[in-house]
């Protein structure tokens, strides 16, 4: 799990790379079971029941609930709620 706190964008002027302006917003990323469409909560490649299930099973939860899931808090925000059903529901069929 990486948590983005700083980065440093530099363009390729040669021979002195100028640094670009940008925000770091300081979210997750999970290597190899990061989910390549939003709202594949097992990480299998498609947004489908099972995806569903799996959040509904963590649904209304947040970090410190026995159901938390991680995976089900697809818009990062520390709950599993009707916005991340959402995004599921609007990528819902789609494969990686
Ligand atoms: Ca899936
Ligand atoms: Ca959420």
Redesign the pocket.
């Known amino acids: 799990m990486l948590h983005l706190q700083d980065t440093l964008l530099l363009d390729n002027t040669y021979p002195f790379p100028q640094d670009i302006l940008h925000t770091t917003v300081d979210g997750m990323v999970s290597a190899g079971t990061s989910a390549a469409v939003p709202g594949d909560v097992n990480g299998d490649g498609t947004v489908d029941i099972y995806d569903a299930i799996l959040l509904s099973g963590a649904y209304s939860s947040n970090p410190s609930s026995p159901n938390w899931n991680p995976d089900a ?9 009707i ?2 059903a959402i995004i599921l529901a609007g990528h819902y069929g789609e494969k990686a």
């Open positions: 808090d697809i818009n990062g925000d520390q709950s599993v709620d916005y991340d």
